[in-house]
T-cell receptor
Framework: GNSVTQMEGPVTLSEEAFLTINCTYT??????LFWYVQYPGEGLQLLLK?????DKGSNKGFEATYRKETTSFHLEKGSVQVSDSAVYFC????????????FGTGTRLLVSP | DTAVSQTPKYLVTQMGNDKSIKCEQN?????MYWYKQDSKKFLKIMFS???????INETVPNRFSPKSPDKAHLNLHINSLELGDSAVYFC????????????FGPGTRLTVT
């Protein structure tokens, strides 16, 4: 079946540090890949997405590259801010049939000043 | 103007009661979803509707019954509430059924005592 594995959190960083949150997936066919972010007390928001191999999604300084050979979609940011503190979810969606997002378990990021 | 709204935001009730959560989207989307997020932040899809028709029904107890009176609304009714139903329930919508961004509501925190 389809599944997403994310690194355990929390990830604790100081402001301006480099961020990597690992995400790997298992899927039949060629899924689309997403990163969603959940700020405290809010619903999820799409952060970025990639729909085919070697695509790079980017938004708000965050980037992730769809790596088919390693079945990975790691999230990176060069310099985090306190306002980036949130829970980050990696997700996949198969590109056939009706869309069903399969989420990873989420990684909490805590950024201190 | 809120894109995906849910009511109520908080719901506290006793075991055995029946309750409903309402969801509305003003994005003109054809597809709507219900997700359950447990205490460990794990998100799992429950149902999906496309043009008022049920297209995804995960292994959810029969006590949960979604209803879509029109494309803009997807309500969730829960009978005979149990302690294990305590969670945050998110409604979402998307403009299509394959690889489209999903827009999430703010969530309804259900507490069963």
């Amino acid at each position: 079946g389809n599944s997403v594995t994310q690194m355990e959190g929390p990830v604790t960083l100081s402001e301006e540090a480099f961020l990597t949150i690992n995400c790997t997936y298992t899927a039949t066919g060629y899924p689309s890949l997403f990163w969603y972010v959940q700020y405290p007390g809010e619903g999820l928001q799409l952060l970025l997405k990639a729909t085919k191999a070697d695509d790079k999604g980017s938004n708000k300084g965050f980037e992730a590259t769809y790596r088919k050979e390693t079945t990975s979609f790691h999230l990176e940011k060069g310099s985090v801010q306190v306002s980036d503190s949130a829970v980050y979810f990696c997700a996949l969606s198969t590109n056939t049939g009706f869309q069903k997002l399969v989420f990873g378990t989420g990684t909490r990021l805590l950024v201190s000043p | 103007d809120t894109a995906v709204s849910q009511t109520p935001k908080y719901l506290v009730t006793q075991m055995g009661n029946d309750k409903s959560i309402k969801c509305e989207q003003n994005l003109g989307h054809d597809t709507m979803y219900w997700y359950k997020q447990d205490s460990k932040k794990f998100l799992k899809i429950m149902f999906s509707y496309n043009n008022k028709e049920l297209i995804i029904n995960e292994t959810v107890p029969n006590r949960f019954s979604p209803k879509s009176p029109d494309k803009a609304h997807l309500n969730l009714h829960i009978n005979s509430l149990e302690l294990g139903d305590s969670a945050v329930y998110f409604c979402a919508s998307s403009g299509g059924t394959v690889a489209y961004e999903q827009y999430f509501g703010p969530g309804t925190r259900l507490t069963v005592t």
